[in-house]
């Protein structure tokens, strides 16, 4: 199964880095082999594919359509402590500026140019300090560790 | 009852981006205001950084348009290391080049794919859950395809010259740190129909004729919706011809008469003052010999056309004589019009990416050249969406000190607040009912210098849009949001 994680935001904004800093810790436990991420689902391995972006925009809805699951991990500034995961679907919405594109647009956008758009789930990590910087709050940093443990939970909970 | 109507796009964290519109008692327009996102936090956070960091540092500005970021500092640099553009080598400024103009190629395309086209074939007051990019696709889906594949080629002229699509580090100090291999070249020139220059330039030519029939179709709309005088900036080279990336400062008035006479921009600051007003984070530039009250500029494609005085590849040119044609030559200060010049801008890049992979000097094996050190440089280029400042000093240590920024969206504060209250005293005076087609007239103001939201949070958490009326006493009326 190819698992498509998407991070979401800006490393420069402290805790709107979250999506970010979630990436970098599933590539590092990538390299280290450790499981859940190197587990295998029935006779097929499950390979996960980790990328980090400032923002969404209209070619990551090619990226998605390949994967067979994407999750998108963002920083989110009233959503519930520490962390949830819940699944969306496909909507279209207006844009505004060309910089920022919403996970449900992407999706929508998969299905329609490319003719599939994957099970995807958003992951949102409470964040609480966006001012200029570059470290997470340390409430937001205890969120990222919750925010793997759902995200590792998840993974084990695929058949 | 005096009415306060608040409208708040795009930013999902206070504070980065509102517009406000108060009404009196006769629901006439008395003020109307556009709030967007504070940018000065950024130029703290570079200071006491090595300057030789700066050109990577910077691309965290923005995922849209790092690369002009990345170019603009980078310049800034190439001077604290004792060279101007006449002082790199061909190979490290032409590849800064082609990595400018394939940025340039993926922005425009974006822009007209995901802000433009909508409003283009529906109309601002169709139903918004048809007015989007997937509706675009559901009736053009050609369109639609050649968009994400024009945006794609722009993107991989990027990535084979910076390194990377996002956050590349091509450019260093006095130069670059790659060449372009043959493999590389020939992939992008050449590459298999439809993913390749020609075709690229063909799409790009194809959408200005897109343009140009729905303007035929809709001249009311598209001359008179938020068309207002300005003075315009920009960059052009030494002969007067639109040039992104290098040049010299030139400003027009309304008249089409030199207000900014082709100053080297190492002395923008005797030429560009920055007005703050207590309403808004965000500053106001002005020309400083025309005043804080008349010395406001548009930039951006509009404004380039409005002040280089030739396109030197021949496509661009022949398009550029019909865009200046339609104002009998003098300046054109028509808001949606911007969509045109972003086209044949769209078309003249493709060009210009074309011929500089047909250029050898591209394998040249001379990437960085430095003199003596200096510790003050300024680097501009002009970024999609107009002309990016950035000056930095250092001290000894080479410790960045110092740091100004003005991006295009500061440079276009006045003209969108000016194109927002078009729209309010057009649109929403005498109203006592704020319709969906109303609010998207304003964004539609608003989507014309598609404003960059870049040192803005992603965060999720608030309403993409949401009206708010108030009255006199700040009672809330009513709230609409999408």
């Given at each position: 199964?190819?698992?498509?994680?998407?991070?979401?935001?800006?490393?420069?904004?402290?805790?709107?880095?979250?999506?970010?800093?979630?990436?970098?810790?599933?590539?590092?436990?990538?390299?280290?082999?450790?499981?859940?991420?190197?587990?295998?689902?029935?006779?097929?391995?499950?390979?996960?594919?980790?990328?980090?972006?400032?923002?969404?925009?209209?070619?990551?809805?090619?990226?998605?359509?390949?994967?067979?699951?994407?999750?998108?991990?963002?920083?989110?500034?009233?959503?519930?402590?520490?962390?949830?995961?819940?699944?969306?679907?496909?909507?279209?919405?207006?844009?505004?500026?060309?910089?920022?594109?919403?996970?449900?647009?992407?999706?929508?956008?998969?299905?329609?140019?490319?003719?599939?758009?994957?099970?995807?789930?958003?992951?949102?990590?409470?964040?609480?300090?966006?001012?200029?910087?570059?470290?997470?709050?340390?409430?937001?940093?205890?969120?990222?560790?919750?925010?793997?443990?759902?995200?590792?939970?998840?993974?084990?909970?695929?058949? | 009852?005096?009415?306060?109507?608040?409208?708040?796009?795009?930013?999902?964290?206070?504070?980065?981006?509102?517009?406000?519109?108060?009404?009196?008692?006769?629901?006439?327009?008395?003020?109307?205001?556009?709030?967007?996102?504070?940018?000065?936090?950024?130029?703290?956070?570079?200071?006491?950084?090595?300057?030789?960091?700066?050109?990577?540092?910077?691309?965290?500005?923005?995922?849209?348009?790092?690369?002009?970021?990345?170019?603009?500092?980078?310049?800034?640099?190439d001077v604290i290391v004792g060279l101007g553009l006449e002082g790199l080598s061909p190979t490290a400024e032409k590849m800064r080049r082609l990595m400018h103009y394939g940025q340039m190629f993926q922005s425009h395309a974006l822009h007209f794919f995901h802000l433009c086209s909508p409003d283009l074939l529906f109309g601002a007051d169709a139903d918004p859950a048809i007015r989007n990019v997937i509706g675009v696709i559901l009736r053009h889906r050609d369109l639609a395809v050649r968009a994400v594949?024009?945006?794609?080629?722009?993107?991989?002229?990027?990535?084979?010259?910076?390194?990377?699509?996002?956050?590349?580090?091509?450019?260093?100090?006095?130069?670059?740190?790659?060449?372009?291999?043959?493999?590389?070249?020939?992939?992008?020139?050449?590459?298999?129909?439809?993913?390749?220059?020609?075709?690229?330039?063909?799409?790009?030519?194809?959408?200005?004729?897109?343009?140009?029939?729905?303007?035929?179709?809709?001249?009311?709309?598209?001359?008179?919706?938020?068309?207002?005088?300005?003075?315009?900036?920009?960059?052009?080279?030494?002969?007067?011809?639109?040039?992104?990336?290098?040049?010299?400062?030139?400003?027009?008035?309304?008249?089409?008469?030199?207000?900014?006479?082709?100053?080297?921009?190492?002395?923008?600051?005797?030429?560009?003052?920055?007005?703050?007003?207590?309403?808004?984070?965000?500053?106001?530039?002005?020309?400083?010999?025309?005043?804080?009250?008349?010395?406001?500029?548009?930039?951006?494609?509009?404004?380039?056309?409005?002040?280089?005085?030739?396109?030197?590849?021949?496509?661009?040119?022949?398009?550029?004589?019909?865009?200046?044609?339609?104002?009998?030559?003098?300046?054109?200060?028509?808001?949606?019009?911007?969509?045109?010049?972003?086209?044949?801008?769209?078309?003249?890049?493709?060009?210009?990416?074309?011929?500089?992979?047909?250029?050898?000097?591209?394998?040249?094996?001379?990437?960085?050249?430095?003199?003596?050190?200096?510790?003050?440089?300024?680097?501009?280029?002009?970024?999609?969406?107009?002309?990016?400042?950035?000056?930095?000093?250092?001290?000894?240590?080479?410790?960045?000190?110092?740091?100004?920024?003005?991006?295009?969206?500061?440079?276009?504060?006045?003209?969108?607040?000016?194109?927002?209250?078009?729209?309010?005293?057009?649109?929403?005076?005498?109203?006592?009912?704020?319709?969906?087609?109303?609010?998207?007239?304003?964004?539609?103001?608003?989507?014309?210098?598609?404003?960059?939201?870049?040192?803005?949070?992603?965060?999720?958490?608030?309403?993409?849009?949401?009206?708010?009326?108030?009255?006199?006493?700040?009672?809330?009326?009513?709230?609409?949001?999408?």
């Amino acid at each position: 199964m190819k698992v498509l994680v998407v991070g979401v935001g800006n490393p420069g904004r402290r805790d709107d880095g979250l999506g970010g800093a979630l990436v970098d810790r599933i590539n590092v436990e990538k390299k280290g082999g450790q499981a859940p991420i190197s587990r295998e689902i029935g006779a097929c391995p499950l390979s996960i594919k980790a990328e980090w972006k400032t923002q969404l925009n209209i070619e990551d809805a090619q990226a998605v359509q390949d994967a067979d699951l994407v999750v998108f991990a963002d920083a989110t500034t009233e959503g519930e402590e520490p962390a949830t995961l819940e699944e969306i679907a496909p909507a279209a919405q207006i844009a505004v500026t060309t910089h920022a594109m919403a996970p449900a647009s992407v999706l929508a956008l998969a299905e329609e140019l490319y003719g599939r758009a994957p099970k995807a789930y958003l992951l949102a990590i409470r964040g609480y300090d966006f001012d200029i910087g570059e470290t997470l709050s340390p409430q937001a940093a205890a969120n990222l560790e919750s925010a793997l443990s759902l995200f590792s939970e998840f993974l084990l909970s695929l058949k | 009852m005096a009415r306060k109507i608040t409208i708040e796009p795009v930013t999902r964290v206070e504070g980065h981006g509102k517009v406000t519109i108060h009404l009196d008692d006769a629901h006439r327009v008395t003020q109307s205001r556009f709030h967007i996102v504070e940018f000065r936090g950024f130029e703290r956070f570079v200071q006491g950084r090595p300057y030789w960091e700066a050109p990577v540092l910077v691309e965290r500005l923005c995922g849209i348009c790092p690369v002009s970021h990345h170019l603009a500092a980078a310049k800034a640099a190439d001077v604290i290391v004792g060279l101007g553009l006449e002082g790199l080598s061909p190979t490290a400024e032409k590849m800064r080049r082609l990595m400018h103009y394939g940025q340039m190629f993926q922005s425009h395309a974006l822009h007209f794919f995901h802000l433009c086209s909508p409003d283009l074939l529906f109309g601002a007051d169709a139903d918004p859950a048809i007015r989007n990019v997937i509706g675009v696709i559901l009736r053009h889906r050609d369109l639609a395809v050649r968009a994400v594949l024009l945006r794609k080629f722009g993107q991989e002229v990027i990535l084979a010259t910076a390194g990377k699509k996002i956050h590349g580090t091509g450019a260093i100090p006095g130069g670059i740190n790659k060449n372009l291999g043959p493999e590389e070249r020939d992939a992008l020139l050449r590459g298999p129909a439809p993913f390749n220059a020609e075709t690229m330039i063909q799409w790009a030519a194809e959408a200005v004729e897109f343009f140009k029939d729905f303007h035929k179709k809709n001249r009311a709309l598209v001359d008179g919706f938020a068309a207002f005088p300005s003075n315009h900036l920009s960059l052009v080279r030494k002969d007067g011809a639109l040039d992104f990336y290098h040049g010299v400062l030139r400003a027009v008035d309304a008249e089409g008469r030199k207000v900014l006479d082709d100053v080297d921009y190492q002395t923008y600051l005797d030429h560009i003052g920055e007005e703050v007003r207590s309403w808004s984070y965000m500053k106001f530039p002005y020309l400083r010999r025309l005043g804080k009250a008349d010395g406001w500029y548009r930039v951006g494609p509009l404004a380039r056309l409005n002040t280089c005085d030739f396109i030197p590849t021949p496509l661009a040119q022949k398009e550029f004589e019909i865009f200046k044609d339609f104002t009998k030559g003098r300046p054109n200060n028509m808001s949606l019009h911007t969509h045109w010049a972003r086209l044949i801008e769209l078309l003249h890049s493709g060009e210009v990416i074309r011929d500089l992979l047909l250029d050898p000097d591209l394998q040249g094996t001379e990437l960085v050249r430095k003199r003596k050190k200096r510790r003050e440089g300024i680097g501009l280029v002009e970024a999609p969406r107009g002309t990016l400042f950035h000056h930095y000093q250092i001290d000894g240590h080479d410790q960045i000190t110092m740091a100004n920024l003005i991006v295009s969206t500061t440079n276009n504060n006045e003209p969108m607040n000016r194109a927002v209250d078009w729209v309010a005293r057009n649109v929403l005076e005498g109203q006592t009912e704020i319709t969906e087609g109303m609010l998207n007239r304003v964004e539609i103001a608003i989507r014309a210098y598609d404003p960059c939201l870049s040192c803005a949070t992603h965060a999720l958490g608030q309403m993409p849009l949401a009206v708010e009326l108030y009255d006199a006493g700040g009672a809330l009326l009513d709230r609409r949001s999408r």
